[in-house]
């Protein structure tokens, strides 16, 4: 068969894949997303921009025309596919543009060069209000969009590779200059699909959607090591609108993260996260498994997380805040969640995380009301957990029910811990603290 009828069988295969109707009921699962891919007008391999499979040829440029000549056809019937072959494809950071589909054969990996000397330098978020390592500008992502809609970022399961040896050793050494890259970084974006992919050693966090609407992640494996600096997996920030599911992540940091801006930067610019689904998590980490926080300065609301299972991680769910970042966060439900493995079941506490100057206007106090964790099953966990506000703040609404948490082996497991809270705990084990009154609540707690 000659290579492009191969190439268009494999897109035409991929796009009918999509097309399907999910299976009929009977225990269905709910899925983020389920309407047709869209059907790109045209498609074009990146091999016929000059780039080479080899591992070894950079092919920076060559990602940089193809994207190029995509933007030229500004979404002209249907948009453009742009294939990604078998094979070892060696780049620089690049862009993305709107109206296009990033499509990553079996067997293609999109791998980032280590001559970091040669990534472009990016302004810091306007929510930051520096880089989140280091004051200045980051280093911008492997594979980055700004301003963009209806983007696919999918393939049949192929890699993008970051190689972040080189920054996580810069990191240990203290020689970085600037704040790491990520590996996938979209802002101010909406209606972005990222799916059916492998990220794997991200020099940062993986997954970065920042002030994006409509976005759907499913079905990726996110793998780095887990002693590699701050590899958050899937970090959602300041956006709206947001699905994940169906994805296993063993990194270096937080599996999956909420997140809307670092202090005062963060309040100032108050752009919530909300309106988010996680769904169907799998994974492992010295951190959190799902995680809210620590940057929460524009607020987090309207979020459900569940069927969430952890192995050997720090804390199963982790609520983060700190003094000196305001903002809010409201109607958070976790549920559905076993863990095996855990230094902490639960944690909501507001002393965690940096700031981003030397000191900090402790009169921006953030504020929790409504976070619901029920349904929790965990063995072989230290301690069941830490729920913790901050004096001459609010944090309340705190409801635990049906969670049920057991010592390593046979060891009875360390108690909950709480203060500067109130709420509600129902059917806990071991037997909740006093702060959690042991009645089914009021408002957002029945
Ligand atoms: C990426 O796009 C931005 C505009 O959004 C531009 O400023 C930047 O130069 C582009 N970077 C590269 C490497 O193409
Ligand atoms: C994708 O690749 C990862 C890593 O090799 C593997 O664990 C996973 O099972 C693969 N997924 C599919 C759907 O093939
Ligand atoms: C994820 O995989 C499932 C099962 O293969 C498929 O039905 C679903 O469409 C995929 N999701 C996306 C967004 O591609
Ligand atoms: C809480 O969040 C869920 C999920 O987004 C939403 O359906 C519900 O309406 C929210 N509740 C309130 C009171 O806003
Ligand atoms: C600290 O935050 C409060 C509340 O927003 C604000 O009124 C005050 O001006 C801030 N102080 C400084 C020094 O920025």
């Given at each position: 068969m000659p290579p492009t009828l191969g190439l268009l069988l494999a897109a035409a295969a991929a796009v009918l894949l999509l097309l399907l109707p999910p299976p009929p009921s009977a225990g269905a699962q709910e899925t983020c997303w389920s309407g047709p891919a869209p059907r790109r007008g045209a498609w074009m391999s990146v091999a016929s921009f000059g780039a080479r499979g080899d591992g070894q040829t950079l092919n920076t440029g060559a990602f940089a025309r193809a994207v190029a000549r995509i933007a030229r056809r500004r979404g002209a019937r249907g948009g453009t596919l742009l294939y990604v072959p078998p094979g070892v494809w060696l780049t620089g950071p690049f862009n993305l543009t709107s109206h296009m589909t990033l499509f990553l054969a079996r067997g293609a990996i999109v791998r980032a060069t280590q001559d970091t000397s040669s990534w472009p330098l990016i302004d810091p978020l306007p929510s930051y209000g520096r880089g989140r390592e280091l004051p200045g500008g980051r280093y911008m992502s492997l594979i980055h969009g700004h301003?963009?809609?209806?983007v696919f970022i999918t393939g049949e399961n192929g890699t993008i590779d970051g190689q972040g040896g080189v920054w996580w050793d810069m990191w240990k050494k203290r020689t970085l200059p600037f704040t790491r890259p990520h590996l996938l970084e979209l802002m101010y974006s909406t209606d972005v699909v990222v799916s059916n992919l492998v990220f794997q050693d991200?020099?940062?966090?993986n997954i970065h959607p920042v002030y994006c609407s409509n976005v759907v992640i499913a079905n990726l494996t996110v793998l780095a090591p887990h002693d590699s600096p701050n590899t958050d997996g899937i970090d959602l920030d300041s956006s709206s609108n947001v699905c994940v599911e169906d994805c296993y992540i063993s990194a270096g940091d937080d599996l999956i993260s909420i997140k809307s801006g670092w202090d005062e930067y963060g309040v100032a610019f108050g752009r919530p996260s909300s309106g988010i689904t996680v769904r169907r998590i799998t994974g492992s980490g010295p951190f959190a498994g799902f995680a809210v926080g620590s940057e929460t300065s524009g607020g987090v609301e309207d979020v459900v997380a569940e069927h969430l299972s952890f192995s050997g991680v720090g804390v199963g769910v982790h609520v983060k805040t700190n003094s000196g970042r305001g903002g809010f966060i409201r109607n958070v439900t976790v549920s559905q969640v076993t863990l095996d493995g855990a230094r902490y079941g639960l944690r909501i506490a507001g002393d965690v995380g940096g700031h981003p100057g030397a000191s900090y206007n402790a009169s921006l106090l953030p504020v929790i009301d409504g976070v619901a964790v029920r349904n929790v099953w965990g063995r072989n966990v230290r301690q069941a957990g830490l729920i913790r506000g901050i004096r001459d703040s609010v944090f309340s609404n705190i409801c635990l029910s049906n969670v049920k948490l057991y010592g390593i082996g046979s060891d009875s497991i360390g108690p909950w811990r709480c203060r500067a809270v109130s709420g509600s705990a129902l059917d806990v084990q071991p037997s909740p603290c006093a702060e959690l009154a042991s009645t089914s609540g009021t408002g957002f707690c029945t």
């Open positions: 301003g963009l809609q209806d991200s020099p940062f966090w």
